[in-house]
């Protein structure tokens, strides 16, 4: 039985941050895979499809079980695959979104047109206007229907400045069966901002779960 440590990023983060942030955590087999990485940019972009493309990939290269540590939309995501696919010992959730209405994405896309694409964090592959598919995917998505399906430990995680903090997502996981909130010094992107407390609740994970590289 083998098991991995995966990483999920969100919009602009660099592999250099998760590469150190693996450093801070005691868990040999560890992986990045960027959220760009999910989706097809000849398709349009979904949080469903890019979790049906993780869970390819898993296959693939054959990883039976896993801990997803996801930031933002990456946290997005990890929340959608873990349920929709049961081999995820638990789930770490980093800056996650609640939902919000029409107007707050209408009012972001039409933001993006006076900002030229090279100052937009768009993943490889991508352009502006799959970039903007990614964002519409990302606000279509239901996190507050999501996460009252979880059944395993979930740990969520908010900075103290983070904009994106919801006391109603954090009402959802302080009521899972196993569910913890812990909101820690810091921003949106919690691997750059406080890579030490994010590293402590991916370790205490690791350890509640069992997970381990010598399966």
Known sequence: MTQQLIFIDGMGEKPATYQRLSELVDFPDSKLISYGELGDPGSPFSIEEAARTLGDHLNAVGVDEVVLVGTSIGAK???????????????????????????????????????????????SGFDKDGFRGILT?????????????????????YGAKDDARSAEIEKIVGGLPDGQVHVVDGDHFLA???????????????QKTGLSSDQ
């Open 77 to 123: 995501i990890a929340l959608e695959y873990a349920t929709t696919h049961g081999n995820v010992l638990g789930l770490v959730l980093v800056g996650v979104q609640e939902d919000t209405d029409k107007d707050a994405l209408i009012n972001r896309l039409r933001a993006l047109r006076f900002v030229p694409s090279k100052m937009l964090p768009i993943p």
């Open 137 to 157: 995917a990302a606000h279509h998505y239901s996190t507050n229907t999501a996460l009252p399906k979880l059944t395993i430990p979930t740990t969520l995680l």
């Open 192 to 206: 750059n901002d406080n890579p030490a407390e994010l590293a402590k609740a991916v370790q205490a994970m690791i």
